[in-house]
């Protein structure tokens, strides 16, 4: 691994690594059924930042 990927994120691991193992602790000591609305909710964000982006940087 090249010194410039090893200081890109803090332990050299990908962002995306970092964040599935983020979601694996919080599925770790949470219902399924309460999780399900965590990850509802985040996509919902998503999508209205993307409209929100798409309708006022045009």
């Known amino acids: 691994m090249s010194e410039k990927n090893k200081t890109s994120h803090k332990s050299g691991e990908s962002l995306e690594r970092q964040l ?4 694996d602790k919080l599925r770790k000591t949470m219902d ?3 999780y399900k609305h ?7 964000l998503k999508y209205i930042s993307d409209s929100f982006l798409a309708l006022h940087m045009k």
């Open 20 to 23: 599935f193992k983020a979601a």
């Open 32 to 34: 399924a059924a309460e």
């Open 38 to 44: 965590v990850v509802l909710g985040l996509i919902f």
